[in-house]
């Protein structure tokens, strides 16, 4: 799922159930607020680096190796997996409140990732490079040119010292779902499918607030890291809303 993939046809939005309405409005604004940081990020990273003559870049773009570029590289991979599993579970149940959270999530998600492989076009900058670690940008210290490479120690509580957890055998980052879970995904129907999505996508929205809490702390870019904390907020509201809804299933989320 490295690189860029065509986008599934959108599927048409579900209605909410009325019992839970405060508890999607409350979801729903975050991730309004995300996708308003989204679009205001997109302008402000174009006006900072559309000055260069000729390459599209300025000398502000941010370097190869930069926290920067790291997160634009893996949050776009992480956020595709997100896309994937909510299309899936769309066609394996008509629970429409799991259908209408997974609307928001593919949609959310998917103008995201778009977004962030556009600055990485923007500031001519490769969106796979073979020999980087995932996450390894999250070790870095040395500010936002990163034009070298630098080797970093993951150690037993993630990347360079930051709590993300460590990624399961058979998932490229933390959070991330393996094959197997995938195609247990695909294969699962009804309320087995909305169980198994809510656990999936609460351990994929753990692996991402951490790897977005890490670009706020650490990218210089202005508008890149107003963008990570609006994923913060809305991805920790979808994870108290996900909590309710397995609650009500009677399942709970995993480990």
């Known amino acids: 799922m490295t690189g860029e993939q065509d986008r599934p046809d959108e599927p048409d939005r579900p209605e909410r159930p009325g019992r839970s ?3 999607y409005w409350v979801a729903g604004s975050a991730v309004a607020l995300a996708l308003l940081f989204a679009v205001g990020a997109t302008v402000a990273a174009a006006s900072d680096s559309g000055a260069g003559a000729g390459s599209g870049t300025s000398s502000r773009a941010p370097g190869r190796y930069s926290p920067d570029a790291g997160f634009a590289r893996d949050m ?3 956020h595709q997996q997100a896309v994937e599993m909510s299309f899936i579970v769309r066609d394996r149940t ?3 409140a799991v259908r209408s959270l997974a609307y928001d999530i ?3 998600q998917a103008n995201q990732r ?3 492989l556009g600055w990485l076009d923007l500031w001519g900058l490769p969106k796979v490079i073979a020999d980087e670690p995932p996450m390894s940008w999250m070790a870095s210290s040395g500010g936002g040119t ?3 490479h630098q080797g970093h120690d993951m150690g037993e509580h993630g990347m360079g010292g930051h709590d993300t957890g460590a990624a399961k055998p058979g998932a ?3 959070g991330m779902a393996t094959k197997e879970e995938l195609a247990r995904l695909g294969a699962a129907e009804g309320r087995d499918a909305e169980v198994l999505y809510l ?3 609460t351990d994929h929205h753990k692996g991402g607030v951490a790897m977005a809490q890490g670009c706020a702390r650490q990218c210089v870019t202005p508008a890149e890291r107003a963008l990570a904390q609006g994923m913060v907020e809305a991805q920790q509201s979808e994870l108290t809303l996900m909590a309710d809804m397995l609650k009500q299933r009677g399942a709970a989320p995993r480990g």
């Open 21 to 23: 309405t405060r508890t």
């Open 76 to 78: 776009s991979v992480h």
């Open 94 to 96: 008509k629970d429409e």
């Open 106 to 108: 593919a949609n959310t």
């Open 114 to 116: 778009g977004m962030m």
């Open 146 to 148: 990163g034009e070298g």
């Open 172 to 174: 490229l980052m933390p």
């Open 199 to 201: 656990q999936l996508m």
